[in-house]
């Protein structure tokens, strides 16, 4: 892998790629009504933090996860970094998740109640936020000036809230109910464009990895009987693959969903379903090989079960093809969804990049809904694909001649 | 060593191996027949295509099906049932069983027999996972003591390496570790020492000689080194185009070879102190000109 982060290309994308994670993990502390900090008479409050968990804001399961994600993130890398010398990066990983769940067990426990709820356990609680938005500081400003003080995020607009005075308004037009700019404009919905664009990126890159990783699972199986146990069995399955690639995949796509419903999460399944077949050719060329060599008859000589043989033998011989073309597939996944959402079947109720380029395509004279979206998938697809090339690259065994 | 009295362990009986191919099937083995009794060293010999390696393969069904098919005759396995059971009709359950479990196979290329993507030590401690009832932490012990005995230095460090890392004799050694872990009653190798050079080749036919006296198993050994043969043999049975040629103890086939093909053989081999442009070929020796 030396040799990837030699590419200037590849390691641009990995620290793109990075970004566009992180940007999606901690949409919520750059882009919500919620205060980080609150501070009055009553003492210091978190509540951005007991809002991240609360299934009324963030509706979607992969909101959640990624919430999840960005809490645990920092203390599981502190820990790997503190425990760096002592221990293999395996045994810090279980570490450091077994405390978070261990703090966690031991939040559930209920402590004594000294007149006023303790803000661990109200985080696990999802007791009431009580006053905590941006609105809730100016009201309280308006009485008592000075008594409160809050940390917000640094976009106090939340991603699914409608400001129904602010329909298409340019970018860095001000939000009248709060005093505070739409950095990049509103759609015609009302939403702020800046917090949709950052929750979109988790839509994006959670489309790419489930539709890309579901692709990856059919195909290995497939492809891997295919070319492993080969006769009969190869010559249905190639048929079946065949059968898949004959289709127009996009249409494929379109037809089914607009069959079934336009929920995200069956847009990342049909898109998943829908693009095995190149990996299962892949595959099945690689175990074709593979099933003649020496280590797989010396495997046999020992015993192994076939599926055994298949998927602990010789898959892992086959992965560094099949990281490549992951790669590449989830650039086609997320450009495969923001197609769908442009010509208008995407989720309605979900903030993605692609519903934002579809306002732009029916109001062609608000440039803004077509250049921010547009620019971010042509980002995100360009930083995945040097990445795919990097990788490809680097682990070409033929590069260095 | 050879006991008429008592059982044998493997009896090729009859064997038959073809290939069926897209137009015609190809006969690599036509009848062979042979035994081999519990302990004894028994040395397959022939020329390239003699069928050789294909009954020794066929042992273990290793043989793809299709395209190869057993038109007749029988493998008998005395192994565990006195009565013998037919390799060539086990069912695949008792057949993993028997491979790896009741006989071990080594192969011709040691560079290649080994899985790059797992360390020395996981795959023979696979063949325990497999076999035994070891749990991991004693499957590491066992693997660290079978790098020992096949001569493997430092065992507990070579036992975390990738095979890369190792040398040619040294990943032979790892291969008949893998084959032995499970203490089989047979062992198959298959050209053991083709791909080594020459002191290494010493090495390992001194190893698996020391091995098998010491663990009393069977040795079915594949080769095409008349010098190799004399080393470690018991017995020798010789094949040519898919037929058994000559059978008999290792002594007397050196010594008092009956048929054609076998007396050509051994005049094939150059000799030490003898000087001359060309060393005769067994088809001089068929066509009786030589």
């Known amino acids: ?401 | 060593m050879s006991d008429t009295t008592t059982q044998p362990l493997l009896h090729f009986d009859n064997l038959q191996v073809s290939f069926r191919l897209r137009d015609r099937t190809v006969a690599a083995v036509k009848g062979l027949s042979f035994a081999i009794n519990p302990g004894e060293v028994v040395a397959l010999v022939g020329e390239s295509g003699s069928g050789k390696s294909v009954s020794a393969m066929s042992a273990l069904r290793l043989l793809q099906e299709p395209p190869a098919c057993y038109p007749g005759g029988k493998l008998l396995w005395y192994g565990r049932d006195a009565g013998g059971e037919d390799i060539l009709h086990m069912d695949a359950r008792r057949l993993r069983q028997l491979r790896g479990g009741e006989i071990g196979m080594i192969f011709q290329e040691p560079m290649t027999a080994l899985n790059p993507t797992w360390t020395c030590g996981a795959q023979v401690a696979e063949a325990l996972e497999l076999h035994t009832d070891l749990n991991a932490t004693a499957r590491r012990a066992r693997v660290i003591e079978l790098f020992q005995q096949v001569g493997i230095p430092q065992p507990a460090n070579r036992i975390d390496q990738y095979p890369h890392e190792l040398s040619g004799g040294m990943r032979q050694r790892v291969c008949i570790s893998m084959a032995l872990a499970c203490a089989p009653q047979l062992l198959i190798a298959d050209e053991p020492t083709t791909a080594l050079d020459v002191t290494i080749q010493a090495q390992i036919i001194a190893l698996l000689r020391a091995l098998q006296r010491d663990r009393g198993m069977a040795v079915l050994f594949i080769t095409h080194d008349l010098g190799v043969v004399a080393e470690i043999a018991d017995r020798v049975v010789l094949m040519r185009h898919g037929e058994k040629v000559e059978e008999g103890p290792v002594a007397e086939i050196f010594a008092n070879p009956q048929h054609a093909y076998t007396k050509g053989l051994l005049a094939c081999r150059p000799r030490l102190g003898v000087r001359r442009d060309r060393l005769p070929t067994v088809d001089d020796f068929m066509a009786g000109n030589a």
């Open chain 1, 1 to 401: 892998m030396a040799r990837f982060w030699r590419l200037r290309g590849a390691k641009f994308g990995a620290y793109a790629f990075v970004g566009f994670f992180l940007i999606g993990a901690y949409a919520p502390f750059i882009a919500s009504e919620t205060a980080m900090v609150w501070h009055d008479q009553n003492g210091w409050r978190f509540p951005l933090l007991i809002d991240l968990f609360n299934a009324w804001t963030y509706a979607k399961p992969h909101d959640l996860l990624f919430n999840l994600v960005a809490l645990l993130m920092p203390p599981l890398l502190l820990m790997g970094w503190l425990l760096r010398r002592r221990w293999a990066y395996g045994r810090r990983l279980s570490i450091g998740v077994s405390i978070v769940v261990a703090a966690w067990i031991l939040a559930q426990i209920p402590l004594p109640n000294h007149g006023r709820t303790g803000e661990w356990r109200a985080l696990w609680d999802k007791r009431q936020l009580g006053q905590s938005t941006f609105s809730d500081w100016r009201a309280a400003e308006a009485v008592t000036p000075g008594r409160v003080s809050a940390w917000f995020p640094l976009i106090p607009h939340r991603h699914d809230a409608t400001y129904a005075g602010a329909v298409l308004n340019a970018p860095g037009s001000i939000n009248r109910d709060t005093g505070r700019r739409f950095v990049l404009g509103t759609d015609s919905a009302g939403h702020d464009v800046a917090a949709r664009m950052l929750f979109g990126a988790r839509v994006s890159l959670t489309i790419g990895l489930v539709a890309t990783g579901l692709s990856l699972l059919i195909g290995v199986m497939i492809g891997a009987a295919s070319g492993y146990l080969g006769g009969k069995i190869d010559l249905v399955l190639q048929r079946l693959v065949e059968i898949m690639m004959c289709f127009p995949t996009f249409i494929l796509i379109l037809t089914v969903v607009a069959m079934t419903s336009r929920d995200i999460f069956i847009i990342m399944l049909v898109i998943g379903l829908t693009g095995w077949a190149d990996i299962a050719r892949l595959v099945r060329g690689e175990f074709l090989g593979h099933a003649q060599a020496d280590y797989v008859a010396a495997a046999q000589s020992l015993g192994v079960p076939r599926w055994r043989i298949m998927f602990r033998h010789i898959l892992p011989n086959v992965l560094t093809p099949l990281i490549i073309t992951a790669t590449f597939g989830i650039a086609g996944a997320v450009f495969s969804e923001s197609a769908l959402s442009f010509i208008g079947l995407g989720d309605p109720n979900a903030a993605t990049w692609g519903g934002l380029l579809e306002q732009g395509r029916q109001n062609i004279r608000y440039a803004w809904l077509i250049y921010v979206p547009g620019l971010a998938v042509f980002a995100l697809i360009t930083v995945l694909n040097l990445i795919g090339n990097g990788l490809r690259e680097a682990l070409d065994p033929k590069a260095d001649f």
